[in-house]
T-cell receptor, first 114, second 117 residues
Framework: AQSVTQLDSHVSVSEGTPVLLRCNYS??????LFWYVQHPNKGLQLLLK??????LVKGINGFEAEFKKSETSFHLTKPSAHMSDAAEYFC????????????FGTGTRLKVLA | GAVVSQHPSWVICKSGTSVKIECRSL??????MFWYRQFPKQSLMLMAT?????????EQGVEKDKFLINHASLTLSTLTVTSAHPEDSSFYIC?????????????FGQGTRLTVV
């Protein structure tokens, strides 16, 4: 069965410092992996996706993630945090059945300190 | 392109009444749509898979008679919460299979915040 584990429920960083949000996945197949962001009382916004092409994936707003099969990880990074990055982040794996049924991680709340 | 519109964005209803939420793919056809529920400060949990022209497939623990799903056309799926109770208060969000839009992802609606009083 597919699953994702977000290792930190909360992360706090100072503005201008790097961001690291950790995600490990479990999959019997070559997975499709995504990172979504959700601002308070808002819907979901896709940050980036991995679908078996390049292992280093660049997304919007300066975020990127690296797919590491040997470590079954798909960590999200950003070189310099901005106040507007404060939000909930979800790591997601797509069900291998061929549909776009998603399995969400438990989420990481990012706090950015001034 | 590839826009999914969900309506309403928020709704307040009285306990015992029914509420219908619509999910529309505006510029592509979606044979498959998905409904998720998110309780406060929690993650999103898949409720059901909505298939155009056939019955929805519900996840374990989701009451199909309480959460009625209809996918009568290739661009519209509806979720009806019947006889709503306060414990049904949640954020409901739909997504549509993006393959018809030649894309490798699902597209999400804006979500509906349901409050049952």
């Amino acid at each position: 069965a597919q699953s994702v584990t977000q290792l930190d429920s909360h992360v706090s960083v100072s503005e201008g410092t790097p961001v690291l949000l950790r995600c490990n996945y479990s999959s019997s197949y070559s997975p499709s992996l995504f990172w979504y962001v959700q601002h308070p009382n808002k819907g979901l916004q896709l940050l980036l996706k991995y679908t078996s092409a390049a292992t280093l994936v660049k997304g919007i707003n300066g975020f990127e993630a690296e797919f590491k099969k040997s470590e079954t990880s798909f960590h999200l990074t950003k070189p310099s945090a901005h106040m507007s990055d404060a939000a909930e982040y979800f790591c997601v794996v797509s069900d291998p059945s061929g549909t776009y049924k998603y399995i969400f991680g438990t989420g990481t709340r990012l706090k950015v300190l001034a | 392109g590839a826009v999914v519109s969900q309506h309403p964005s928020w709704v307040i209803c009285k306990s015992g009444t029914s509420v219908k939420i619509e999910c529309r793919s505006l510029d592509f056809q979606a044979t498959t749509m998905f409904w998720y529920r998110q309780f406060p400060k929690q993650s999103l949990m898949l409720m059901a898979t909505s298939n155009e022209g056939s019955k929805a497939t519900y996840e374990q623990g989701v009451e199909k008679d309480k959460f009625l799903i209809n996918h009568a056309s290739l661009t519209l799926s509806t979720l009806t919460v019947t006889s709503a109770h306060p414990e049904d208060s949640s954020f409901y969000i739909c997504s549509a299979d993006g393959r018809a839009a030649v894309n490798t992802e699902a597209f999400f609606g804006q979500g509906t915040r349901l409050t049952v009083v």
